[in-house]
C-alpha cells in the first residue's frame, strides 16, 4: 500500500529547506553534512531522507524555489499608469524588497550553484535571465536612443544596476524596508541622471 502524505509534508519541507539554507551559507555546501542538517532542523537524518534523497536534492530545490519566486514576485510590479522612471524605480525597490529575509538564500545562490548539474544550474540561470531582461527592458525605456543597436552597453548598464543591489545586500542586509526603498531610489537616479540626479 502506497504511504499516505502527511497534511504538513510542505511545511516540514519549507523548513528544512531554511535551515539547510542557513547551515549552507555559513558551512559552506561542500562542508554540510546530512546529520548537520538534521540536527540544525530539529529532526533525525531518516526523517530528512523521507523528504530529500540527498544534499543535492535540497540544494536545488533552495536555489528553485528562492529565484522562481523571486523572479515570479519581481515580474508581477505593476506598470499600468507609471512612466518609465517610476517603473524601473518600482522593479529596483522590489528586488531590494524581496532580497530582504533572503540573505542565506542569496549566499547559496552565490557560493553553491555551481555545485548542481548542468540542466539544473541551466534551469536556475533561466529564472536569473528571464529577471536581467525584465529590467534590460525597463532600463531601455527610459532612454531608448542611448541603446539602439548597442546591446553590450544596454548590458554592462543593467548588471551595474544588479551591482549596486547585489553591494546593498553584502553590506546592508538588516535595512529595513523604508532605507530600501529609499536605496533603490538612490540606484534610479543614479543610472538614469548621474551623481546629480541625486
Given at each position: 500500500?502506497?504511504?499516505?502524505?502527511a497534511?504538513?509534508?510542505?511545511?516540514k519541507?519549507?523548513h528544512?529547506?531554511r535551515?539547510?539554507?542557513?547551515?549552507?551559507a555559513?558551512?559552506?555546501?561542500d562542508?554540510a553534512?546530512?546529520?548537520?542538517l538534521?540536527?540544525?532542523?530539529?529532526?533525525s537524518?531518516?526523517?530528512?531522507?523521507h523528504y530529500y534523497?540527498?544534499?543535492?536534492a535540497?540544494?536545488?530545490d533552495i536555489?528553485d524555489s528562492?529565484?522562481?519566486?523571486?523572479r515570479?514576485?519581481?515580474?508581477?510590479?505593476?506598470?499600468v499608469?507609471k512612466t518609465p522612471?517610476?517603473t524601473?524605480?518600482a522593479?529596483i525597490t522590489?528586488?531590494?524588497l524581496?532580497?530582504?529575509?533572503?540573505d542565506h538564500?542569496?549566499?547559496?545562490?552565490?557560493?553553491?550553484?555551481s555545485?548542481?548539474p548542468?540542466?539544473?544550474?541551466e534551469?536556475?540561470r533561466?529564472y536569473?535571465?528571464e529577471?536581467?531582461?525584465?529590467?534590460?527592458?525597463a532600463?531601455?525605456?527610459?532612454a531608448?536612443?542611448?541603446f539602439?543597436?548597442?546591446?553590450?552597453?544596454?548590458?554592462?548598464?543593467t548588471m551595474?544596476?544588479?551591482g549596486m543591489?547585489n553591494w546593498?545586500?553584502?553590506?546592508n542586509?538588516?535595512?529595513?524596508?523604508?532605507?530600501?526603498?529609499?536605496?533603490?531610489q538612490?540606484?534610479?537616479h543614479?543610472?538614469?541622471?548621474g551623481?546629480k540626479?541625486?
Open positions: 500500500m502506497a504511504r499516505t502524505i497534511k504538513d509534508h510542505d511545511q519541507r519549507a528544512i529547506l535551515a539547510a539554507a542557513v547551515v549552507f555559513d558551512q559552506g555546501f562542508r553534512s546530512m546529520s548537520l538534521a540536527r540544525e532542523c530539529g529532526i537524518k531518516a526523517n530528512i531522507y534523497d540527498g544534499k543535492m535540497i540544494l536545488f536555489l528562492y529565484l522562481k519566486a523571486l515570479d514576485r519581481v515580474l508581477a510590479v505593476e506598470m499608469g522612471e517610476q524601473l524605480q522593479i522590489e528586488i531590494l524581496a532580497y530582504q529575509g533572503a538564500e542569496h549566499q547559496v545562490q552565490i557560493s553553491a550553484m555545485a548542481l548542468h540542466a539544473q544550474q534551469q536556475l533561466g536569473q535571465r529577471l536581467v531582461r525584465f529590467v534590460d527592458v532600463i531601455r525605456a527610459n531608448p536612443e542611448v539602439e543597436g548597442d546591446a553590450s552597453k544596454l548590458r554592462a548598464t551595474s544596476v544588479f543591489l546593498y545586500y553584502m553590506w542586509s538588516g535595512a529595513g524596508s523604508q532605507a530600501r526603498d529609499d536605496y533603490a538612490m540606484v534610479c543614479m543610472t538614469l541622471h551623481i540626479g541625486l
